[in-house]
């Protein structure tokens, strides 16, 4: 029995997750890609709202190969226009119903007994009409497509039982007659003022038109309609709902249906629906979000998911927080590859500063977790690892609050990894022990690689320390390139190459002012 779009079976989706942001979402820059899809009105069509249980499925990576799969291919069949306007149209439908129908579960249960009246209750007759045909289209468009999805194909057959289901039927059948007999309320109004009264129509002459007939000299052109305020702060609504009262009076057995109506299906929508309504939103929020990248020609695949380090590989990976800020720039976005084949687990990146290191490190942890969540990641084709956590450490202001310097918190910040780590794990660390002698840093860099080696988790290292890049036959040596034409120029492409012995004399001189562009500078002013 279909539960969930986003998980294969109920047990797992009633699994714990995450309410916040995973420690590494700073680093990788994460909070940055998923910040337009967890704030209302971006123009995606639909909305995540923070603090929704949505937004848990955005901050807890999967560890199941087989609900990453699941995820994956009704994601990738609804990469299908037709199907994904038809989802979304009913996604739109829902979304407006359940607004309206909030409203009315508020008036009922407010304190101010006037709210709960035959107004407020022909209108959940009006939502539930709605409702019933929003169902009904969707379920009737699903039957005539081939889906090969088991996530869709199973809502598809959850819809075509529920819409003939005896409750669902009776739902409907009721409305219908009740619509008809409110259809066939006729009544008069006497007003004398203050006094108004209601009795049942018996032919007698409609006023209706001399009256409308009468003031059409005063009629301005239409304008479109703004309330200015709640049903509480409505003297017209009280008005109507005072009248509609006394109306029930005259018609007392068509109101008591009405009533009899309500009470029983005041909880007409179904949970199993509304949970597609919900989390189909992951989906589609996703691919509203990198709609304009894949117009821009950059490409995205769902990867192989690998559950050994065997062999780990992405073609043409990019930088997807980097692409999205620049995304109607019309500078190209640089792509990058890696490999990973046993015994090789840990790369680790040399080269000039500014060079497009760090950028690769965060497209490296960015499609390992977008991989975790079922979706497509940048790239045209990659095979990754199926982790259990990413740990990550970027370079930090030193904080002159605290007493330590800021190896020291290097090296905390370190060895707290170390002690999260598990061989399941990946490991991202970037530019760490620069406020240390090179010797220093060169015995401190041999015993992380010692620590990660052993560890067996792959793992990504940004280092100016050269000799780092042929530790051992589990690392891969790949460097940040520039021109052959202008050493100067930074072609952000990283390639699988020895180091060069010039890293750590670009750190040096960096450091005391005396790079290529830190001279090039003080000249020009």
Known sequence: MFYSILFPTREQHQQPRSSSEPDCFADLNLDQIFAPILTEDKGFGVSVKKGSDLESFFYTPLQDKDTIVYRQEVARELEDDGLRALIMAFVHKIKGIEEIVGEIRNAITSPLKWHDNFLVRGRLLEFTEKYSAAITELAEALSGLRLRSAGLRGFADYLASYIKSEEFIEMCAHARRLREKLSSVEYC??????????????????????????????RQEDTEEYQSGGMSESQDYRTEATLLNMVAVVYEDIFADLDSFFDKYSGFDNDTILRFFREVQFYLSWQALIA????????????????????????DGFDMALAYMNRHKAEPVVTNDFTLTAPERILVITGPNQGGKTTFARAFGQMHYLAALGLCVPGREAALYLFDK??????????????????QDDLIRLRDIMDKATERSIVIVNEIFGSTTFKDASALGRRMMKALSKLEAPALVVTFIDELAVFGPETVSMMSTVSEEDPARRTFKILRKPPDGLAYAMCLATKHGLAYEQISGRLAQ
């Open 189 to 218: 109004m006497n007003i004398k003022f203050p006094t108004i009264r209601i009795r049942r129509y018996e032919g007698q002459e409609d006023l209706g038109g001399a009256l409308l007939s009468a003031f059409s000299k005063f």
């Open 292 to 315: 304009p990248l894949k117009q821009k020609g950059l490409p995205f695949c769902y990867p192989a998911i690998c559950a050994d380090v065997s062999h780990l590989y992405s073609r």
């Open 390 to 407: 990413i740990l990550t450490h970027f370079e930090r202001e030193e904080d002159l609050s605290t007493l330590s310097g800021k190896l």
